[in-house]
């Protein structure tokens, strides 16, 4: 009898062994064990060793937030707030992370700062976003610590303070937050809050850029392309446009753009850099919109379009693009000397000129030319003149 009950409580062994620890979760938490719950609610969040189902996750979850599991509320409320397994609830999420926040819960604490600060699911309050924010970053949260840099390198909220924003980007950078890596790299690169460092800068650029930070993959590409803490290297610069391109941002799609016009570190490509000025221009950039006007009005890389290439360029000198303001004064100049003309062509101010400096001539026994002759000789000089 001894001896069947071991095998009995081997083969139990040997069966819970090698059972699904979420089985055995799903008993556990059945049972009413909060930590069964939680891990029950991420596995059908993820997927883990069971089939994804968000609805199942939120069950779980709210199972363990109705004991009050800090946890639980702040993944409960993610959930109301992204609308998974649940209808979106802004509202609802904010509750839960508040809750959460009280059990001094440090995500929680970071998302009611962030809720505060944006206004969603709360009227927006800077005072209690800021109070809840620096709770976090007293935590050690990285987005949380980010975050405060930030208000403190803006000086909004609070007093400027390079030096406690190159603190906090620097603590947040350590904890893999890559944007924190870019504005410590800026700090760097302008001698703010630290000694300036153009070589320490592009290292936390090109660390940034790496970790996918597309305002930090075109600052690496400017930096290349100009030579700045590195030899210059187009190549390299293209490559990092690129990137940054991928994900939208302007100002590298409007440099990527100049590569392929002018082929620096790739091949001139101009269909190819109309496609990114006009992507470029679309989002408003002013040097984007001239040269999409001057390729419209040039007919490089599209079919020409004089009148399509002035609204684009109009567009520029609005917002503010020199270029364009000289091209159309030219343009403007040249329109107003064309109205002078007369029907064959000539400038009669030009014609009136002539006569008149042969009329005072006449006394001194010069020739007489007339107008008729004078517009004959301007026609054949410009004949000459034309290839």
């Known amino acids: ?118 206004g969603i699911g709360v009227d927006r309050n800077m005072e209690k976003s800021i109070a809840y924010l620096q709770k976090a970053t007293d935590a050690n949260y990285p987005q949380a610590m980010f975050q405060v840099a930030l208000l403190y390198y803006h000086g909004e909220y609070v007093r400027q303070d390079f030096a406690k924003a190159v603190a906090l980007f620097e603590k947040s950078s350590k904890s893999n937050q890559a944007e924190a890596t870019y504005y410590l790299a800026v700090c760097y690169a302008n001698g703010q809050g630290t000694k300036k460092n153009q070589n320490k800068a592009l290292t936390l650029f090109t660390e940034a850029a790496d970790a996918g930070v597309a305002v930090a993959q075109n600052k690496v590409g400017e930096w290349s392309e100009n030579g700045i803490a590195c030899n210059v290297d187009l190549v390299r610069a293209v490559k990092y446009y690129q990137l940054a391109a991928k994900q939208g941002y302007v100002d590298a799609e409007y440099n990527l753009g100049i590569c392929y016009y002018y082929g620096n570190g790739i091949a001139k490509d101009d269909k190819k850099a109309v496609t990114y000025f006009m992507k470029a221009a679309e989002a408003g950039i002013p040097a984007a919109e001239y040269y999409l006007g001057m390729c419209y009005f040039q007919g490089e890389g599209i079919r020409r379009d004089e009148k399509m290439g002035l609204q684009w360029l109009h567009q520029a000198e609005t917002d503010g693009d020199m270029d364009a303001h000289h091209f159309l004064q030219e343009m403007k100049i040249y329109r107003q000397r064309m109205e002078e003309f007369d029907k064959n062509g000539y400038y009669v101010e030009v014609i009136e000129e002539i006569v008149s400096e042969e009329d005072e001539s006449m006394e001194e026994g010069v020739e007489e030319t007339t107008v008729e002759e004078i517009q004959n000789d301007i026609i054949e000089e410009n004949t000459k003149q034309t290839p």
């Open 1 to 118: 009898m001894h001896t069947d009950m071991k095998n009995i409580t081997s083969i139990i062994l040997v069966c819970l062994l090698f059972s699904s620890c979420q089985k055995i979760n799903r008993w556990k938490a059945q049972w009413g064990d909060v930590d069964a719950q939680v891990e029950l609610g991420i596995a059908y969040e993820n997927g883990e060793d069971v089939e994804q189902d968000f609805v199942e996750a939120v069950k779980y979850y709210r199972m363990a937030a109705d004991q009050g599991n800090a946890e639980a509320l702040y993944r409960l409320a993610l959930c109301y707030s992204l609308g998974k397994g649940v209808d979106e609830d802004h509202e609802t999420a904010f509750e839960l992370f508040q809750k959460s926040s009280e059990k001094d819960y440090t995500p929680a604490l970071y998302e009611v700062g962030m809720a505060y600060q944006e």
